[in-house]
């Protein structure tokens, strides 16, 4: 029978799955989560390491920074380099990273780099403190650019996934076994799954808790990210004024998750971190204050990187319901 609504309908109306999309989730119902040490939550701190990554003609691109910027409204400048948008990122690499390691160190507090492959190359010094930071970093890939691959074509994605992989393997002595492009295009996972090598990726904001895809040959692990607990809203017209208002922001998303896992449904929380964002003196302040919050919690608050977090759900969660620790 011809539709009523002949301009407007399509054959995915009505379908909460399709392609790679799934509007229904967990739904009320998600799985009965034992994280360790009978945690509430499984709370992962962030360190998005991509100063010298981004757009630059110095780097071989054809424009300047452009996206999220932190100096409201300027855009990119195609064929000219960006004095001020170049001195930013500088920033990150020369002072906020080394702001943000001393808090995690000092604070005894593991995190994930999510790392740009050009940008590691550039900082060597930078490098190191990542690998001998204690509690130990995870060092997971945040691509080979920190660009914007909604355009770039799968040969180019897939080099530079290897490319990014291999930097890893050079300077870490191991591979990444977490993923997050970023600015993803809808091929990016397939490259990632394609590669073999990653426990999971995190180009996702579709949830609170990890779950799998089966769109591929395999069941493949999602650990979503979040672009809410995430102090690029520094950087946008109406987000974060000051470090407290970043830290009462944070305090009031873990204890409400706190609260739903007493109730019953534990979940996670990612903190999403810049070093020339949060890094800033004004900024961080409000970080430390967020730390000691969740530390507060004792038990309660799994402060853990996102492998840890990864193999837990292989080990517990897994579809075929076996014990996975790894690939």
């Not at 100063?51 to 990119?76: T, Y």
């Not at 702001?99 to 995690?104: D, G, K, N, V």
Request: aromatic share 12%; charged share 25%; hydrophobic share 35%.
């Amino acid at each position: 029978m011809a539709s009523p609504y002949p301009l407007s309908t399509h054959p995915n109306d009505t379908l909460s799955q399709y392609s790679s999309r799934d509007l229904v989730g967990y739904a009320s119902d998600p799985p009965t989560v034992s994280w360790p040490n009978g945690a509430k939550v499984a709370l992962n701190f962030v360190l998005n390491y991509e100063e010298g990554g981004e757009n630059c003609l110095l780097h071989g691109d054809g424009e300047s920074e452009k996206l999220l910027s932190e100096i409201v409204g300027a855009g990119a400048l195609v064929g000219q380099r960006h004095a001020n948008m170049e001195s930013l990122y500088d920033y990150g690499a020369r002072a906020g990273f080394w702001r943000l390691h001393e808090l995690l160190t000092r604070k005894q507090v593991p995190c994930t780099v999510f790392a740009v492959g050009m940008a590691l190359e550039r900082n060597p010094t930078a490098c190191q403190a990542m690998m001998s930071a204690t509690p130990k970093w995870e060092i997971a890939s945040h691509g080979y650019r920190w660009w914007d691959y909604q355009n770039v074509n799968e040969e180019t994605e897939r080099e530079h996934i290897a490319r990014t992989v291999q930097i890893h393997k050079n300077i870490f002595r191991e591979r990444p076994v977490g993923m997050y492009q970023g600015k993803p295009n809808v091929n990016t996972r397939k490259l990632v799954v394609e590669e073999g090598g990653f426990l999971y990726d995190s180009d996702s904001y579709a949830d609170d808790l990890p779950y799998w895809s089966h769109e591929f040959h395999k069941p493949h692990l999602i650990i979503p990210y979040t672009l809410a607990e995430n102090d690029m809203r520094f950087a946008i017209p109406n987000g974060f004024s000051h470090g407290g208002e970043f830290a009462k922001y944070l305090k009031d998303s873990l204890m409400y998750l706190v609260e739903e896992g007493k109730r019953g449904k534990p979940k996670m929380m990612s903190v999403g971190l810049h070093c020339r964002l949060v890094g800033r003196p004004g900024r961080v302040k409000g970080l430390e204050e967020f730390i000691d919050f969740a530390k507060s919690f004792g038990d309660d608050v799994w402060i853990c990187r996102r492998d840890e977090i990864a193999l837990h759900w292989y080990k517990n969660h897994h579809p075929d319901g076996s014990k996975k620790s790894s690939l």
